[in-house]
């Protein structure tokens, strides 16, 4: 039973056990309510410990509650009726204390907590705010720049930094229950009075319009889009200039106009989409996984260097295994010249280098490898250099080990015919940089076994990435989908659009710069080169115009100080350039399109429609096993705005999938099939009038 009473003396225990978060369900806020009552009518209760079993703490409300109207009580009611209630009551915070958890030990007069383990607000990533008073709460308890901090973060802290900012009391790294018994033996001996926090005031005079302008501004680059964190703000505003009985009714509104935005609906989705992409369908959740303790990677260079750093960040040891010495120091070299750059921003002390770079060490001889678990290709970009090394790793690893590759577009089952056990083959493609980037894209190959395939989900997550699995084709899920996007941002220009227009309109969507500046950013060349290597008939002639040009004149984009834009020395603002407007112009003439104004609608329609639709194919070829496993790769590996949820939930909430269908097959008229052929996934869904979330491929 939740809130269950254990007594010792004059102390109550009130357990919860909600595995596995100890969630905020209803049988949670009723247990909390009813325990109170218990303590309340019983006279030799003193004091009453709010405690959980389990790996942590509450961890906030249950979100699957949510976007249905809560049975009573609600969790406001709760911590209204526990910080009112007479008795004294200390919570016994360890694990990850979060949102409404958080805002119950805040319910409370005083807080333990277990060294080491957090405390936070996150429901700004939800789309919400700390709707049970956590944005009265706190900024009354610790201080007003903490709690704005933790609020529009939504990061969690440690409880030490909590306790110096007076959010926490005490902070033990003894056994917390013992311990939090003995400080409510200590409080109730000293006759230590309750402390509401809605009876404690902030002072004002420190905290003006102008102090809330600067904190705006500050976190204005990082918050960008985003409705939630300037709510929080509004919430803590007003608990600086009103008591808490009026302020509290201004958290209410906000609270409610949060729930009501799309965008938490859509941070929701995310949140459940990123944990989903985790499950590989049709394995229980139970089945035995490998363990990964040793790791190998192949080629010590942009991609190499950064994969080996993600395992050494967590302890795990990396062989890196090159070509030569050469290619092996100068690989090691850049790592640790990342590391010291972040040991430079106080973000990483000299030992905790010191440790990572001792995880990591080089070799060129393949008998060395032999002890790993697991190995992870990163060499050039080329067939027939791939299966030259996992022919010798097939030779020469233990039969076991797991292998991938982290090709961005060769055939991972070609890959896999050369390697003994193709079952224990897959890839595993890392986004640049490897050791920053939080999408993992697995890819699943025809013979790649289940468990396999959830071992290596699992080993994400320990470092830190978000998982997702793909199928063989061509630039599996996320750069498949780029190409589809890319190619009509070419085509725009080629009809008129200037770069700098192109790009603003998908940064003012969210995106996190446009298309033209990233490929500036990436390096013109690259696309030459593998154009170099195709006949005409395998790429887009008439958009390559502008990019061949530009090449051949040197202009490969921010490396050589012009691309696409011009560029100012060290500096990497895009410039519209005469130049990319005069190979556009001719490039029309050319090939007979006509120029003309083209509006920011449809740029984003052409854009991300088109987008959509290569998300439909690769759902309806079976690339994915989710459209929200498209929408974790979009969101995490392309920067595509998680407060729009991903770009197929984005097309079926926010524009609707019958309207995409329409414009596709308007595009398709006007433009042809070769740029658009509606998916059939999408023509069924229309038919059927059925939903993405309906379909789950195997
Ligand atoms: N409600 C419902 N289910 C939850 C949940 C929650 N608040 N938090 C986690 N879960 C579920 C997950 O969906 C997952 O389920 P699954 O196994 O079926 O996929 C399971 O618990 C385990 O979660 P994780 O895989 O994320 O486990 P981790 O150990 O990696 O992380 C965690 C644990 C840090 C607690 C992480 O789950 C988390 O950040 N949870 C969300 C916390 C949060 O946002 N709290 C605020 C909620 S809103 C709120 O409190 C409103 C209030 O202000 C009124
Ligand atoms: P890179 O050229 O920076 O590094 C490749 C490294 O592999 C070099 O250090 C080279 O010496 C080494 N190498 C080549 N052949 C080898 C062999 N037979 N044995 C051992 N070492 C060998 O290339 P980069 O960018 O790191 O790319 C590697 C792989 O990662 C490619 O398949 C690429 O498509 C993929 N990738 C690249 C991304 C990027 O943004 N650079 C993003 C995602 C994937």
């Known amino acids: 039973m939740q809130g269950s009473i254990e007594k010792r003396g004059a102390v109550a225990i009130a357990w919860f056990d909600n595995p596995p978060v100890n969630a905020i369900s209803h049988e949670v806020r009723q247990g909390l309510m009813d325990a109170i009552n218990v303590a309340v009518n019983d006279d030799e209760i003193k004091a009453l410990i709010i405690a959980c079993r389990g790996r942590t703490f509450m961890a906030g409300a249950d979100i699957t509650e949510f976007g249905s109207s809560p049975k009573p009580p609600g969790l406001p009611e709760v911590v209204m009726a526990m910080s009112e209630s007479p008795i004294l009551k200390v919570a016994a915070i360890f694990g990850t204390t979060l949102g409404g958890g958080f805002e119950t030990a805040l319910a409370c007069d005083y807080r333990i907590a277990q060294a080491g383990s957090k405390v936070g607000l996150p429901e700004v990533k939800l789309g919400i705010l700390a709707g049970a008073h956590g944005t009265q709460r706190l900024p009354r308890v610790a201080n007003v720049d903490f709690a704005l901090k933790v609020m529009t973060s939504g990061e969690p802290v440690l409880v030490e930094a909590a306790q110096e900012a007076g959010a926490v009391d005490r902070v033990t790294a003894g056994d917390l229950i013992e311990d939090a018994v003995n400080y409510a033996e200590e409080l109730i001996a000293a006759a230590a009075p309750r402390r509401p926090i809605q009876d404690m005031t902030i002072d004002?005079?420190?905290?003006?319009?102008?102090?809330?302008?600067?904190?705006?501004?500050?976190?204005?680059?990082?918050?960008?889009?985003?409705?939630?964190?300037?709510?929080?703000?509004?919430?803590?505003?007003?608990?600086?200039?009103?008591?808490?009985?009026?302020?509290?009714?201004?958290?209410?509104?906000?609270?409610?106009?949060?729930?009501?935005?799309?965008?938490?609906?859509?941070?929701?989705?995310?949140?459940?989409?990123?944990?989903?992409?985790?499950?590989?369908?049709?394995?229980?959740?139970?089945?035995?996984?490998?363990?990964?303790?040793?790791?190998?990677?192949?080629?010590?260079?942009?991609?190499?260097?950064?994969?080996?750093?993600?395992?050494?960040?967590?302890?795990?040891?990396?062989?890196?295994?090159?070509?030569?010495?050469?290619?092996?120091?100068?690989?090691l070299g850049v790592i640790k010249k990342n590391y010291d750059a972040t040991a430079r921003k106080g973000r990483l002390s000299e030992a905790e280098v010191e440790k990572r770079m001792a995880l990591l060490t080089g070799t060129t001889d393949y008998s060395e490898l032999a002890d790993a678990d697991l190995v992870i290709e990163a060499v050039f970009e080329n067939m027939d250099v791939k299966k030259e090394v996992f022919k010798t790793l097939s030779n020469t690893v233990r039969p076991e080990t797991i292998l991938a590759s982290n090709t961005s577009y060769l055939n991972i089952d070609e890959?896999?015919?050369?390697?003994?056990?193709?079952?224990?083959?897959?890839?595993?493609?890392?986004?640049?940089?490897?050791?920053?980037?939080?999408?993992?894209?697995?890819?699943?190959?025809?013979?790649?076994?289940?468990?396999?395939?959830?071992?290596?989900?699992?080993?994400?997550?320990?470092?830190?990435?978000?998982?997702?699995?793909?199928?063989?084709?061509?630039?599996?899920?996320?750069?498949?989908?780029?190409?589809?996007?890319?190619?009509?941002?070419?085509?725009?220009?080629?009809?008129?659009?200037?770069?700098?227009?192109?790009?603003?309109?998908?940064?003012?969507?969210?995106?996190?710069?446009?298309?033209?500046?990233?490929?500036?950013?990436?390096?013109?060349?690259?696309?030459?080169?593998?154009?170099?290597?195709?006949?005409?008939?395998?790429?887009?002639?008439?958009?390559?115009?502008?990019?061949?040009?530009?090449?051949?004149?040197?202009?490969?984009?921010?490396?050589?100080?012009?691309?696409?834009?011009?560029?100012?020395?060290?500096?990497?603002?895009?410039?519209?350039?005469?130049?990319?407007?005069?190979?556009?112009?001719?490039?029309?003439?050319?090939?007979?399109?006509?120029?003309?104004?083209?509006?920011?609608?449809?740029?984003?329609?052409?854009?991300?429609?088109?987008?959509?639709?290569?998300?439909?194919?690769?759902?309806?070829?079976?690339?994915?096993?989710?459209?929200?496993?498209?929408?974790?790769?979009?969101?995490?590996?392309?920067?595509?705005?998680?407060?729009?949820?991903?770009?197929?939930?984005?097309?079926?909430?926010?524009?609707?999938?019958?309207?995409?269908?329409?414009?596709?097959?308007?595009?398709?008229?006007?433009?042809?099939?070769?740029?658009?052929?509606?998916?059939?996934?999408?023509?069924?869904?229309?038919?059927?009038?059925?939903?993405?979330?309906?379909?789950?491929?195997?």
């Not at 993992?440 to 468990?451: C, H, Q, Y």
Request: negative net charge; aromatic residues 8%.
């Open 415 to 698: 890959l896999a015919s050369v390697v003994e056990k193709p079952e224990r083959m897959l890839g595993m493609h890392f986004f640049s940089p490897a050791n920053v980037m939080r999408l993992l894209e697995i890819v699943r190959a025809e013979k790649t076994s289940p468990d396999v395939l959830a071992t290596i989900l699992r080993l994400a997550k320990a470092i830190n990435k978000v998982g997702a699995v793909a199928g063989v084709c061509h630039g599996f899920i996320g750069n498949r989908m780029l190409s589809g996007y890319a190619s009509q941002a070419n085509r725009l220009l080629l009809e008129g659009a200037a770069p700098h227009q192109l790009d603003q309109v998908l940064y003012d969507f969210g995106m996190p710069m446009g298309v033209i500046a990233m490929a500036d950013l990436a390096g013109l060349d690259i696309g030459y080169r593998m154009r170099q290597a195709l006949d005409e008939t395998q790429y887009d002639v008439e958009s390559a115009y502008l990019y061949d040009n530009l090449v051949e004149m040197g202009r490969l984009g921010q490396k050589t100080g012009a691309g696409v834009y011009d560029y100012d020395p060290g500096d990497r603002t895009p410039k519209p350039s005469s130049i990319t407007k005069k190979l556009l112009a001719e490039a029309a003439e050319k090939f007979n399109i006509k120029q003309r104004e083209i509006s920011e609608e449809e740029i984003i329609e052409r854009c991300f429609f088109s987008l959509f639709n290569v998300g439909c194919n690769i759902l309806h070829e079976g690339m994915a096993y989710r459209a929200s496993d498209i929408d974790t790769v979009y969101i995490n590996g392309y920067g595509f705005p998680a407060w729009r949820g991903g770009p197929m939930h984005w097309a079926e909430h926010a524009v609707g999938l019958e309207k995409i269908l329409d414009r596709i097959r308007e595009f398709a008229d006007i433009y042809g099939d070769k740029y658009w052929q509606p998916s059939p996934l999408l023509e069924q869904l229309v038919a059927d009038g059925g939903s993405l979330r309906d379909i789950q491929n195997s």
């Open 204 to 331: 004002k005079a420190k905290y003006d319009e102008e102090y809330f302008a600067r904190f705006r501004e500050s976190i204005a680059r990082k918050t960008r889009g985003l409705n939630a964190p300037e709510r929080s703000i509004r919430c803590v505003e007003a608990a600086v200039n009103l008591p808490f009985a009026e302020s509290v009714l201004v958290e209410r509104e906000m609270s409610l106009e949060s729930h009501r935005d799309p965008q938490a609906k859509a941070l929701q989705h995310v949140f459940f989409a990123e944990r989903q992409a985790n499950k590989v369908p049709g394995l229980a959740r139970d089945a035995a996984l490998r363990s990964i303790d040793s790791v190998a990677v192949i080629g010590a260079g942009t991609m190499g260097g950064g994969i080996a750093m993600n395992f050494a960040n967590v302890g795990i040891p990396v062989k890196i295994l090159e070509m030569n010495d050469e290619a092996l120091e100068k690989g």
